[in-house]
């Protein structure tokens, strides 16, 4: 029987995961592919980008995949996936997951299905544009990196060359043995498929730092009117300190649907096909105290009815 080629993408908030697994995808017509896709909210933003025909999707949302909360339903959702037919399988962890504990999880797979997964690593997105800023704040960005098998920094058209080295040596410093390579907007040189990503491994299966406790609050937002693009530029600036990433879609008036993303100081927008309502998505730095700020600063600049949920 030929195992199924899975590999783990990691990597924080806003990173580039899902641009990156998107452009993954559309190389791949013709080979039957499975996503495992896990979000830390209720919602899944990532999961309606990536939906396509010819890619059979879970979806584990709210939590971490790496979190005693969910483990086991990866378990579930990794065993049940090697029954398809599949020849490659990706998980793409929330922003926030911390794979310390993936060869646990891998073992768990194994004790249930058997060896029908050649788990080919852990690939650790980074940030270039907002990785100087969030490490040493964030564990789990240390994590992510101390527990990957390639690491690809992404956003490589936003900074310089200098920076690009110096956050090289930023993840030597804490990965030592991963392989570094480059990517712009998805773009990659897919030779790390022949690469044997598992030959040198840095760390040892530790505890995840994923629990109930430590898992940030989120929380979305329906809304079914239009608004001018700099009311909502306004609204997404003024909580923009508040949140680790906001991400949705939106109905702008006269520009039709965009999807709307807010990593760090940067926001992008992209056009996006029509939906039932505009809906955002906050992941949030200071707990529940979010749900006043998005109210106030939404009254501030918009002041029509919208719905907020956790
Ligand atoms: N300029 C530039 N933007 C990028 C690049 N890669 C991703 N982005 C943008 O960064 C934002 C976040 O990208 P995603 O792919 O959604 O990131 P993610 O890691 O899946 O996000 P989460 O699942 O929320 O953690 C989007 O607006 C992307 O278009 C890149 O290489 N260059």
Request: charged content about 30%; some cysteine.
């Amino acid at each position: 029987m030929n195992q199924i080629k899975l590999y783990f993408l990691t990597g924080f908030l806003g990173s580039g995961k899902t641009t990156l697994l998107k452009n993954l995808l559309e190389n791949m017509e013709g080979t039957k592919v499975g996503v495992i896709q896990n979000e830390l909210g209720k919602i899944s933003i990532d999961g309606t980008v990536l939906q396509n025909d010819d890619i059979h999707m879970v979806e584990l949302n709210r939590g971490s995949i790496f979190c005693s909360c969910l483990r086991l339903s990866f378990v579930d959702a990794l065993a049940k996936m090697s029954q398809q037919g599949l020849e490659y399988v990706f998980v793409e962890s929330s922003g926030f997951g911390d794979p310390s504990n993936a060869e646990e999880i891998l073992e768990a797979t194994k004790v249930l299905v058997g060896e029908v997964y050649d788990f080919r690593g852990c690939i650790c997105l980074v940030d270039c544009y907002n990785f100087l800023d969030q490490l040493g704040d964030e564990i789990t960005i240390d994590r992510q990196l101390k527990h990957c098998n390639l690491a690809v920094l992404t956003k490589v058209d936003l900074v310089d060359r200098e920076q690009i080295e110096l956050i090289k040596e930023k993840v030597q410093e804490i990965n030592p043995v991963c392989p570094i390579t480059e990517s712009e907007n998805g773009n990659i040189n897919r030779s790390f498929y022949d690469m044997d990503l598992m030959k040198y491994q840095w760390a040892e299966c530790e505890e995840t730092t994923n629990s109930a406790e430590t898992k940030p609050k989120t929380f979305s937002m329906n809304f079914a009117g239009e608004i001018e693009k700099d009311k909502l530029e306004a609204f997404l600036e003024k909580i923009e300190p508040s949140v680790y990433r906001a991400k949705g879609f939106f109905k702008v008036k006269n520009e039709g649907w965009e999807k709307v993303d807010v990593v760090g100081k940067k926001l992008d927008y992209a056009p996006y096909e029509e939906q039932e309502q505009s809906e955002l998505v906050f992941i949030s730095k200071i707990g529940i105290a979010l749900i006043r700020e998005i109210k106030e600063a939404w009254d501030e600049y918009v002041g029509l009815p919208m719905k907020l949920n956790n």
